[in-house]
C-alpha cells in the first residue's frame, strides 16, 4: 500500500471538483464519500442535494473564521492511498478505516482529538482513495504535521499486516515517483505495454547506458524517437530537459513532456553529467589497468563485448563484496546500465526477461549511500561496448558469451541484494532480489544450447580422459567433488577442463581458482557457474562449436596439445 502526500494547494474547491469529475483520462468511474471528519458530511456523489460548494465551504469553515491576514496561503492538503494490484479489492468500510488510520497517523485528526482539521476522503476507482483536508484546526491552531510522510508509511506498514495485503518495503525516499492512476488508465486504453512515464524512464536509462557525453546521450534520445524539449539559461548554458512520446498528447493534442528528474531522481541533467566526469576522472588517472585501457577501443561484435562486460562484471562482484560504500554504491549503479544495455542489444528468446530484469533492477541503483564515480568506469565502458557491438543473433558465440554475462550478472545482483540488506535499504533488496529472477530465467533461455553442446561432448570423453577431469576435480574442490559429479551439468564441466587442459592449463589450478571467487551457494547449478568462470578465465570461446581444431583434436585422442602462445599469455590473470 503506497501513500503519497501531494503538493499543498490553495483552493479546496478545485481539488473536490477533480476528485468527483471524471479525471484527466476519464478513469473516475465512481467517485463518492466513504469517510469525513463529521459522518454528516454531504457527498456530492451519491446525494443529489449536496453540491461541491456545500463540501467546499464546511471543510474551509476553519480557515475563513480566521482573520483574513492570518489564514494560509497553502491550506489545502491531499494524500492518495493505493493498494497494490494483486490485493483483493477493499470495500467502502474498509477504506473508511484505513482513512481513518492515515489522517490520525499523520498528525492531521488524532484520535480522540475534537478539535482537529477537517477532512474527507473520496474514493473513485477499486484500488484508492483521496483524502482532502484543510490545514486549520477547529481551535484556529496549525496542525503538527512533522515527518508526515514518514509516518504515513509506517502506518501502510501496519495497514498491510492487519488486513493481509502485499507487504512494501519501508521506503527512503529514493525512489522514481510511480505512474498516476490517470496515466495507467490512459496506457491501458490505448493498448500500451506500460504507462508512458514508464516507457520514457525506461527509453532515457538505455540512452544513458554507457554515454560519454551529453551529446552523445540526447542523439540517442532523438534516434530512440523521442520528442526532447532543452531549458537554456540566458547565457547559453544547457539546465535540464524533458522528453515526451510522440504518440501520448493531452487534450489539447499537445505532447506531454516529462522532466528527467520527474522521471527518476538519478535521470536529471546533473546527475547525468556526474557519470560523464566520473568517467573523465578515470581516464585521468596514470595507474589505470592495461585491461580498461584495452577496453577503450570498440569492441568488434556482439561476442566480444559480451566477452569483456563478463569479466567487467566478475570485478564488480568483488568491489561489492569488499569495496567501500561509495565505491559499492558506484558499481551497483552501473551495473543497471549493464543490464540496460543488454536488454537492448537482446535476441528475442533473452529480451522479454532481461528487460524485466533491468527494469526491476533499476529501484536498486539509487541509495542514500553517494556513489564515487569513477570506480563504475569499466562497468560504463561495458555497458557502451554492448551498445555499439549491436544486437547478438541469440546463437553462436554470441549466444554462448550471453549466457556467460547472463551468469555472471546474476551473481553481480545477487550481491547487490545482499549488500542493501546488509545496509538495510530494504526496497533496494527486493528489487535486486527480483532481478536476479529474472536474470535466472534468461539465462536458462540462453544457456540451453551452448551447455547441450558442451554436455554431448563431455558424454563422448574418452574414458581415460573422463577419469583425469574426475581426479582434477577432486583435487581442486574435494568438498563439492561428489554434488558436482551429481549434476547434469557435470558433463559440460568436465569438456570445458578438458578444453582447458589442451589449451595448455592446469585443469585443478585453475578450477579451484573459479571456486574460491566467490560463494556458490546461490547458484542453482554449481557446474554451470565453473564452465563459464572457467572458459572466460581461460580465454576458451564460450560455444564449445568454435573450439580451435588443436584443441577438440587433443580432447577426442585423451592427450594434451599445446596451445600458440597468443592463446596461452595472459588470460590466466582475468578476473
Known amino acids: ?208 547506458a554507457g554515454a560519454t557525453s551529453e551529446e552523445e546521450f540526447f542523439d540517442r534520445l532523438a534516434s530512440a524517437g523521442l520528442l526532447i524539449r532543452k531549458r537554456v539559461a540566458p547565457s547559453g548554458d544547457l539546465l535540464g530537459y524533458k522528453v515526451a512520446l510522440p504518440d501520448n498528447r493531452n487534450g489539447e493534442k499537445e505532447p506531454v513532456f516529462y522532466a528527467g528528474s520527474t522521471l527518476s531522481p538519478d535521470l536529471s541533467l546533473p546527475r547525468i553529467r556526474k557519470r560523464f566526469s566520473g568517467d573523465s576522472d578515470a581516464a585521468d588517472q596514470s595507474d589505470r589497468a592495461p585491461s580498461d585501457r584495452a577496453s577503450d577501443t570498440a569492441p568488434s561484435g556482439p561476442a566480444t563485448a559480451r566477452r569483456r562486460a563478463a569479466t567487467a562484471v566478475w570485478q564488480a562482484v568483488l568491489v561489492v563484496d569488499d569495496g567501500e560504500d561509495g565505491q559499492v554504491a558506484a558499481s551497483i549503479a552501473a551495473a543497471g546500465e549493464v543490464l540496460d544495455a ?9 529480451r522479454h526477461q532481461l528487460r524485466e530484469a533491468a527494469f526491476v533492477f533499476e529501484r536498486a541503483t539509487r541509495s542514500h549511500v553517494q556513489a564515487e564515480r569513477g570506480h563504475d568506469r569499466a562497468l560504463r565502458q561495458a555497458a557502451r561496448d554492448l551498445v555499439y557491438s549491436g544486437p547478438a543473433l541469440g546463437r553462436g558465440e554470441d549466444g554462448a558469451t550471453t549466457a556467460m554475462v547472463i551468469d555472471m550478472a546474476f551473481f553481480l545482483v545477487t550481491a547487490a541484494a545482499h549488500w542493501h540488506a546488509k545496509k538495510g ?114 580465454d576458451l570461446p564460450a560455444d564449445a562449436t568454435t573450439m580451435p581444431q588443436h584443441t577438440t583434436a587433443a580432447a577426442k585422442s585423451g592427450g594434451t596439445a599445446r596451445p600458440s602462445p597468443s592463446r596461452h599469455d595472459g588470460p590466466r590473470n582475468a578476473r
Open 425 to 538: 535499504h530494504a526496497q533496494q533488496a527486493v528489487a535486486a532480489q527480483g532481478a536476479a529472477e529474472h536474470l535466472r530465467a534468461a539465462y536458462q533461455a540462453a544457456a540451453g544450447v551452448p551447455l547441450g553442446v558442451l554436455y554431448q561432448r563431455g558424454r563422448r570423453l574418452p574414458q581415460p580422459l573422463r577419469q583425469r577431469q574426475i581426479a582434477h576435480l577432486r583435487q581442486a574442490v574435494p568438498e563439492l567433488a561428489d554434488q558436482i559429479l551429481a549434476e547434469p551439468g557435470w558433463h559440460a564441466l568436465a569438456a570445458t577442463l578438458a578444453d582447458v587442459e589442451s589449451a595448455g592449463h592446469d585443469p585443478a589450478a585453475l578450477l579451484a581458482e573459479a571456486a574460491a571467487r566467490r560463494e556458490l551457494g546461490t547458484a542453482g547449478s554449481i557446474s554451470d557457474v565453473l564452465v563459464w568462470r572457467l572458459r572466460r578465465m581461460a
Open 1 to 208: 500500500m503506497i501513500p503519497s502526500i501531494h503538493k499543498r494547494g490553495s483552493e479546496t474547491i478545485g481539488l473536490i471538483r477533480y476528485l468527483y469529475g471524471p479525471g484527466t483520462e476519464e478513469e473516475h468511474i465512481d467517485p463518492h464519500l466513504v469517510a469525513a471528519f463529521d459522518p454528516l458530511t454531504p457527498d456530492p456523489g451519491r446525494d443529489s442535494k449536496a453540491t461541491y460548494e456545500q463540501l467546499q465551504r464546511l471543510l474551509d469553515q476553519p480557515v475563513n473564521a480566521l482573520p483574513a491576514g492570518k489564514r494560509p496561503e497553502k491550506h489545502v492538503w491531499h494524500l492518495s492511498v493505493r493498494a497494490a494490484p494483486e490485493d483483493p479489492i477493499l470495500s467502502d468500510e474498509d477504506w473508511a478505516a484505513i482513512a481513518r488510520r492515515m489522517v490520525a497517523a499523520t498528525g492531521i485528526a488524532p484520535d480522540g482529538d475534537e478539535k482537529a482539521c477537517r477532512w474527507a476522503a473520496v474514493r473513485h476507482a477499486d484500488d484508492h482513495i483521496h483524502i482532502i483536508a484543510t490545514l486549520v484546526r477547529d481551535d484556529g491552531r496549525r496542525p503538527r504535521l512533522h515527518n508526515e510522510a514518514r509516518r504515513a508509511q509506517a502506518e501502510c506498514r501496519r495497514i498491510e499486516a492487519d488486513y493481509r495485503l502485499r507487504r512494501v518495503a519501508p521506503g527512503d525516499g529514493t525512489a522514481a515517483k510511480r505512474p498516476t492512476s490517470a496515466e495507467r488508465h490512459k496506457a491501458k486504453r490505448q493498448g500500451r505495454e506500460q504507462p508512458a512515464r514508464e516507457e520514457l524512464r525506461e527509453t532515457v536509462r538505455r540512452a544513458v
Open 342 to 350: 543488454l536488454a537492448k542489444t537482446s535476441a528475442a528468446h533473452t
